[in-house]
């Protein structure tokens, strides 16, 4: 049995128009993410602090740490407050 997600790509089975229009589109979705999280620094922001608390607690069960961490109702304005300063130091 191969193991999922480890298969070698096979690229003979897409003709090269669907590869290209298979390119266009990774390309596309690429720039609109990235406009995304441009227009939104609170992800980047959420992710960072969430990862940094993950790295220093070293939580035995990461499924459980992530349902506290996004659920604390806290969240919203500890966010805010280090967007806002993250801001003050750009000025």
Same mark, same amino acid.
Request: aromatic letters at 6%; zero cysteines.
């Given at each position: 049995?191969?193991?999922?997600?480890?298969?070698?790509?096979?690229?003979?089975?897409?003709?090269?128009?669907?590869?290209?229009?298979? %390119?266009?589109?990774? /390309?596309?979705?690429?720039? *609109?993410?990235?406009?995304?999280?441009?227009?939104? &620094?609170?992800?980047?922001? #959420?992710?960072?602090?969430?990862?940094?608390?993950?790295?220093?607690? %070293?939580?035995?069960? /990461?499924?459980?740490?992530? *349902?506290?961490?996004?659920?604390?109702?806290?969240? &919203?304005?500890?966010?805010? #407050?280090?967007?806002?300063?993250?801001?003050?130091?750009?000025?």
């Amino acid at each position: 049995m191969a193991e999922r997600g480890l298969e070698k790509a096979d690229i003979g089975a897409l003709s090269p128009e669907q590869q290209e229009k298979l %390119r266009q589109f990774k /390309i596309k979705t690429r720039i *609109a993410n990235e406009m995304y999280l441009r227009a939104h &620094p609170e992800v980047e922001m #959420l992710l960072d602090d969430f990862l940094r608390d993950v790295f220093v607690k %070293r939580p035995t069960d /990461i499924r459980e740490f992530a *349902a506290d961490h996004f659920s604390d109702p806290e969240l &919203p304005r500890k966010i805010q #407050l280090k967007l806002e300063k993250k801001a003050s130091v750009k000025i």
